[in-house]
């Protein structure tokens, strides 16, 4: 029997995976009103592109997913002219990102969005081009692979196969470019009349803030520039400002709304959405209620994904312990047990970090989880040598990450792991380090 099923749910509550773009997702987004406004408000007027910022698994693609969604829903339900249509899923940039290529990805989803949305255009006024000819390009099997590296049609993918791409002039590579260039020149020419929106997710995967710079402000002019399309720039460990701060882009992105953890109250509403919303009857047997959620969610420092998955894990664990006979307080007293049991394993795989690195780490815990190399006097270090030793025990532990950027010693590059939070509960008592926010 599939757990959830026998939990009296349709799917996972606690999936740790970002919501969706869909009517699911705006209901699950919860505490995030001043954060929607806030992005909506770029999107519908500014000229600059928005970027986000924020500490991994704090809910940064969930975000984006609902904004953008909800403003779509505007457009197709008639409350507004201005068309802001996502293109799903984000993309993703990483040190092996050329920018033409890059290019030709974006327009290859644009064209297939065009044949997604083409009627709903039309019935709104706005210009869409016949894309039957396109249909049947993109729908047949134009894969080709060469010296071991795979395309589609020329333009760069993710698919194997044998045929060869056609070949005639309206497909070549700069006439599909021009051609959906022009596409986006006529739908939206103008800034109110909207665009098709991209994200650009999980920047940190280009490892340093110069790497990210360097690879946007190389798309600025081929990419970031072209009429018809929004970006929403999300980041972590300072990336998003670090990019936001380079000269070249400066009247191109925003200045980083930076989102921190959902706040305590929004926790019992925020479970109790994803709880109703995927019960299938009112038999259920709920696994993690909201106590237990905010207790994982404090453990975790504040980090829905985080809490999300020791939820997941913790819902595994009662399966062969569960009973309709459990009480709330009966759940709760397991949780806390099974997540000690979790921290004490986890403390029992770092014997080889030495007491002066868990000085550090206990007073990186205690200050939030958030340091740089530059303030290495406030851990009792001389120079920011003295102190690297310690961090890269810690970090071969995987109790912390160290992202250096090499042009800004300033900057908050060094955070807590997730397995970190875990070791610090056990550390610290099984107390919870986070105060309420």
Known sequence: MNVWEFYGFSENPYSPRPITASDDGVRLLVGRDDELRWLGRYLRSADTHPTIEGPNGVGKTSLVAVSTYTLQLEFFNKETEQ???????????????????????????IAQCYIEHEQMLRSR?????????????????????????????????????????????????????????????????????????????????????????ELIEALRDDVLNLRGLKWVLCGAR???????????????????????????????????ARLESFATSGETLVPV???????????????????????????????????????????????EIWMSEVADKAAADTKDVKPRA??????????????????????????NQAMRP?????????????????????????SVTSRGWIVSYQRSGYRHLAGAR
């Open 83 to 109: 068309a802001l249509i996502l293109v799903d899923p984000p993309f993703q940039l990483t040190g092996e990102t050329k920018p033409r290529t890059f290019k030709k990805e974006v327009l290859f989803k």
């Open 125 to 213: 006024g706005k210009f869409a081009p016949d894309v039957d000819e396109v249909r049947q390009w993109l729908n047949s099997p134009l894969f080709v692979t060469e010296g071991g590296g795979v395309t589609i049609a020329g333009f760069g993918g993710s698919a194997s196969g044998g045929s060869s791409p056609n070949t005639s002039s309206g497909f070549s590579e700069e006439g599909f470019i021009a051609m959906v260039s022009d596409w986006l020149s006529k739908t939206f020419p103008k800034a109110k009349d909207g665009a098709f929106v991209c994200v650009i997710d999980n920047l940190e995967l280009l490892n340093t803030s110069r790497a990210a710079r």
């Open 390 to 414: 310690h961090l890269r025990s810690l970090e071969e532990a995987k109790l912390i990450d160290s992202e250096v950027d090499e042009t800004d010693n300033r900057r908050k590059t060094i």
């Open 238 to 272: 300072g990336i998003a400002r670090s990019v936001a701060s380079s000269q070249r882009l400066q009247g191109v992105i925003s200045e980083p709304l930076d989102v921190s953890p959902v706040a305590n109250k929004y926790i019992e509403p925020l479970i109790a």
């Open 289 to 335: 209620e909201a106590r237990g959620f905010n207790h994982l969610y404090l453990v975790g420092n504040s980090n829905l994904r985080n809490a999300m998955k020791y939820s997941e894990d913790f819902s595994m664990w009662l399966f062969d312990r569960a009973s309709k006979d459990l009480s709330s307080d009966d759940k709760y007293e397991l949780l």
């Open 358 to 383: 868990w000085t550090v780490f206990d007073q990186l815990a205690k200050a939030g989880g958030f340091t740089s190399p530059g303030e290495f006097a406030d851990y009792g270090f001389e120079s």
